[in-house]
């Protein structure tokens, strides 16, 4: 198993998809190695592409806020990743073959990384992690069983992504604090054993058909149910 090191270097030198050629920085992830929690998110935007460093523009300020408020963390204790790690032309979302080639790299993050708690910042993130087509307004709300590499257990947390919620505004926003509230309340639930894992709608998240009522499993074929 390669190091995350070993990895982002061989990221660095990625030219797997078209995007490597508009790219200023790849954007491969920050954080803590060894964290509990990862968020992770689209693809870089200007800003991101710019700095290499994902969520630094105005969105990223207002996850900083709301990591901050809703769960008392900063950034430095959470590793975050995006499904691409080169910018998209024009911020336009990554296109399926663009995620695909660069999925290796975020399965090697969560694999090394092995998070108690991955949170999923709107649909595009979301629906790449869970391997669903469902939108993350029907998605969010509930927390998922999720499993990745030899962790047994986890959980993941999808919510909006930030930008949404800055243009969405009232709503949108305390239900993304909402969400991270739950995320919070995963992470110090001892175990976060797969049967455990509950959320809002904790019923539909627990026990007998919990898999169903809570929706797909996170990772198709990984999932203890
Ligand atoms: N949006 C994302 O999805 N990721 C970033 O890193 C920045 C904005």
Do not use: W
């Amino acid at each position: 198993m390669p190091t995350l090191a070993e990895v982002e270097r061989e990221a660095c030198s990625c030219i797997r998809c078209p995007l490597a050629g508009g790219r200023t920085n790849v954007v491969f992830g920050v954080g803590d190695p060894h964290a509990d929690l990862m968020l992770v998110g689209e693809g870089p935007g200007r800003d991101e592409d710019l700095a290499g460093v994902p969520f630094v523009g105005r969105s990223g300020k207002l996850l900083d806020k709301l990591l901050l408020q809703e769960m008392g963390l900063d950034r430095r204790s959470c590793y975050i990743a995006n499904v691409v790690k080169c910018r998209p032309p024009g911020n336009r979302d990554p296109r399926p073959a663009e995620m695909a080639a660069c999925r290796g790299y975020l399965d090697a993050q969560l694999d090394l990384i092995q998070p108690r708690v991955v949170v999923t910042l709107g649909n595009v993130a979301t629906r790449a992690v869970m391997g669903t087509n469902d939108t993350i307004g029907h998605l969010r709300g509930r927390t998922y069983p999720f499993r990745h590499g030899s962790r047994g257990h986890g959980c993941l947390v999808p919510t909006y992504h930030p930008a949404a919620v800055l243009r969405g505004g009232g709503e949108a926003m305390a239900q993304m604090r909402a969400d991270l509230v739950r995320a919070k309340e995963e992470l110090v639930r001892p175990g976060n054993v797969a049967g455990e894992a509950t959320g809002g709608v904790a019923g539909e998240a627990t026990g007998g058909a919990a898999g169903e009522a809570a929706g797909p499993p996170a990772v198709a074929g990984q999932v203890h149910r």
